[in-house]
């Protein structure tokens, strides 16, 4: 079941995964066709997948048969976890960056919220360097958090600069990790932010 093609950006990560998530399931925010899904559990993690396409939930389901619950939902509605339930993963890579500031920003602390104080968040990032997919370049980023969201090919797209990546986490995170990446996946190469962060106390 492992991710197919030259995108293995998780391959790096999954001594840690391993060993955050603790035996629990890692929950996963736009699973989307469920290649990620099948790299955590052919780590031999458990995964809670949640994807908002209904025809990638059954691909999804079709790729990872087993050790994955998919839940077809917006991940921006309760996560289907039991009541005060806590994790040791979230994962949300290409996920968290189609949405306002201020719902980001919500979503950014029901994350907070969900991890157990030992738990960690991996996540990728649109990066406005992603001239082939909607990034205006660095000019557009003027430190205003809305002047980087916008319609590209009809679907709201946020897209983050350094500094924008920091001002989503500047509260109660520690930035582990962040790394302007290039991804070789699509038709053309996509640039976007790669980061591990930790939950601190509010």
């Known amino acids: 079941m ?3 093609g030259g995108d293995r950006w998780l391959e ?12 629990g399931p890692v929950l996963e925010l736009g699973c989307a066709e469920g290649r990620d899904t099948a790299t955590l559990v052919d780590a031999g ?6 994807e908002l396409s209904p025809e990638a ?17 917006d991940f921006r509605d309760a996560f289907p976890l039991p009541e005060g339930a806590t994790v040791g993963v979230v994962l949300a890579s290409l996920s968290l960056h ?3 500031w201020e719902a980001t920003l919500a979503l950014v602390r029901r994350i907070h919220r969900v991890l157990r104080p030992d738990g960690v968040l991996l996540c990728r990032l649109n990066s406005v360097n992603d001239l082939h997919y909607g990034g205006r370049g660095p000019s557009s980023a003027t430190g ?9 090919d009809g679907f709201p797209k946020r897209f983050f600069d350094r500094a924008a990546v920091e001002r989503l986490f500047a509260g109660g995170w520690h930035v582990r990790h962040l790394e302007e990446v290039t991804i070789d996946r699509y038709a053309h190469p996509k640039v976007a932010w790669e980061t591990l962060l930790e939950p601190l106390p509010y």
């Open 98 to 100: 189609y949405f306002e």
């Open 2 to 4: 492992t991710a197919e």
């Open 57 to 73: 939930v059954e691909r999804a389901r079709a790729r990872v048969p087993v050790g994955a619950q998919f839940h077809c939902q």
């Open 45 to 50: 993690l458990q995964v809670v997948a949640i």
């Open 144 to 152: 205003r958090d809305e002047d980087c969201f916008y319609l590209f």
């Open 12 to 23: 790096r990560w999954l001594p840690l995964l391993v060993e955050r998530a603790a035996a």
